[in-house]
Every structure is written in structure tokens, then in C-alpha cells.
């Protein structure tokens, strides 16, 4: 970031930007970034201020770097398999219900270090919470807990 004064004092002008020269064929984004403006969010990477979530909504857009998400088809999917796959769970570690409880919880929480390194590496949305609550509740239904 380049504090404003630095345009209008010639000596930075000059030798930090040569005249203009540095900014040629450049976007250039003006904005606040006091405290005392009040213009802080939180995200996901910290506290940012508002031009500073417009410079990466634009550098995310010249990129065409959007996140996606997984559309209805995918969501529906993997609830199917989350169901199937807890039921699978239960009548396999029948009568062990220390088992199927930490079979239970492993695969929660597999599902959310999935859906965390794909967004992570993909930039994709996957459904958390559905698949989530009806592996749980497939799996304590039918394990009979």
C-alpha cells in the first residue's frame, strides 16, 4: 500500500515513482484505511479494510478465480452416500457402540478436513452440514443409540 502523501511530496514522487511511471498500465484502487473510519471486516484472513476486500474481489475477478459451489445434484449425492455409508457403518460395528460412536465421530470429521482441503485447493464449496447431520444421524438411528 502507498500512503497518499507519498504522490504530492516531489522527492517520493521522483525517485519511488518515477514520476508516475510506476503506476502506467497498473489498477490503481484509492481508498481509506484508517482505524478511525470504522471500514475493518472480519474474513476468513483476518481483519481487512474495505478497499482491501475490493483490491482481492478485483484481483479474484481479473484472475477469474470465483469460488464455487457444489449445485443441488452434488448436495443430493452426497447425502445419499453419507446415509448408505452410515448404515454400512452400523452393520458393521454391530454391538460395539464404543466403536460405532468413534466410527461416527472419524468420519465427521473426515468430512470436514475434506470439504476444507477442497475448498482450499479448489476453490470449491462442498456441502458441509447436510451430508454431516444425516451421516450422524443415519449412523445413531440405525446403530441404535
Given amino acids: 500500500m502507498i500512503s497518499l502523501f507519498e504522490i504530492f511530496v516531489p522527492d517520493f514522487w ?8 510506476f503506476f502506467k498500465d497498473r ?5 481509506a ?9 472480519l474474513t476468513p484472513w483476518g481483519k481487512l ?27 443430493l449425492l452426497a447425502i ?13 460395528l ?6 460405532l460412536v468413534a ?15 477442497v475448498l482450499m485447493l479448489f476453490s470449491f464449496f462442498l456441502p458441509a452440514a447436510p451430508p454431516l447431520l444425516t451421516w450422524l444421524l443415519c449412523g445413531f438411528a440405525w446403530g441404535g443409540l
Fill in 49 to 75: 479494510s474495505g478497499p482491501e476486500i475490493n483490491l482481492h474481489a478485483l484481483a479474484a475477478m481479473l484472475r477469474g478465480s470465483w469460488l464455487k459451489q457444489a449445485g443441488l445434484a452434488s448436495t
Fill in 27 to 31: 489498477v490503481v484502487l484509492v481508498g
Fill in 103 to 117: 466410527g461416527l465421530a472419524g468420519g465427521a470429521i473426515f468430512w470436514l478436513v475434506l470439504c476444507a482441503a
Fill in 80 to 92: 445419499v452416500f453419507a446415509a448408505l455409508a452410515a448404515v454400512a457403518l452400523t452393520f458393521s
Fill in 33 to 41: 484505511t484508517a482505524e478511525r473510519l470504522h471500514d475493518f471486516h
Fill in 14 to 21: 521522483k525517485s519511488n515513482y518515477a514520476e508516475g511511471a
Fill in 94 to 99: 454391530r454391538g460395539g457402540t464404543k466403536w
